[in-house]
């Protein structure tokens, strides 16, 4: 069955400086792996996605994601956090384990961005 | 564009009455839709995926319902409520042209309380 892991309940980093949240994965097959941000009492906004090709994806904000097939991970990355990044962090994967419909989200990790 | 409707927004239900909570998406056809439920503020468990008009797959045995009576409306349901179903039940959609590939759009949100 495919999971999805987020290892880190909290990631605080000072402004400025660069930021990862990891994501490591279990799929069937080729993974679709997804990144989504929630702020406070929202719903989820899509970041970015990888699909296939380059291993370095780009999203919204300035982030960005490298998938890593050997570690099967997809860390979300940004060169340089600001305090507006602060919020909640999903990873997601579909994969073929259920004909691709289902979307299985990490259980997240919250970003705090001190100025 | 598209966009999502969710609502109620907040809602607040002794135990034991029924519910309904109703997602409409707008300017696509055919979408898949999904209701998610998220406890605590943290990780997201899907509840129920829809690939079409009367076709509802769960996912987990529980007191809840969904039906998709139009193309673009998906509605969850349960006819006595129970303390555990209080969270922050979301709505999402992605076009069926994607496949496996595509991201998800959510909703705002409709935050249950059971008392």
């Known amino acids: ?115 | 564009s598209q966009t999502i409707h969710q609502w109620p927004a907040t809602l607040v239900q002794p135990v034991g009455s029924p519910l309904s909570l109703e997602c409409t998406v707008e300017g696509t056809s055919n979408p898949n839709l999904y209701w998610y439920r998220q406890a605590a503020g943290r990780g997201l468990q899907l509840l129920f995926y829809s690939v079409g008009i009367g076709q509802i797959s769960s996912e987990v045995p529980q007191n809840l319902s969904a039906s998709r009576p139009q193309d673009r409306q998906f509605i969850l349901s349960s006819k006595k409520l129970l303390l555990s179903d209080s969270g922050f039940y979301l709505c999402a959609w992605s076009t069926r042209a994607s496949g496996f590939t595509g991201e998800l759009f959510f909703g705002e949100g409709s935050r249950l309380t059971v008392l």
Request: proline residues 4%; contains cysteine; aromatic residues 14%.
């Open chain 1, 1 to 115: 069955a495919q999971s999805v892991a987020q290892p880190e309940d909290q990631v605080n980093v000072a402004e400025g400086n660069p930021l990862t949240v990891k994501c490591t994965y279990s799929v069937s097959g080729n993974p679709y792996l997804f990144w989504y941000v929630q702020y406070p009492n929202r719903g989820l906004q899509f970041l970015l996605k990888y699909i296939t090709g380059d291993n370095l994806v780009k999203g919204s904000y300035g982030f960005e994601a490298e998938f890593n097939k050997s570690q099967t991970s997809f860390h979300l990355k940004k060169p340089s956090a600001l305090v507006s990044d602060s919020a909640l962090y999903f990873c997601a994967v579909r994969g073929l384990d259920t004909g691709g419909f289902k979307t299985i989200f990490g259980a997240g990790t919250r970003l705090f961005v001190k100025a």
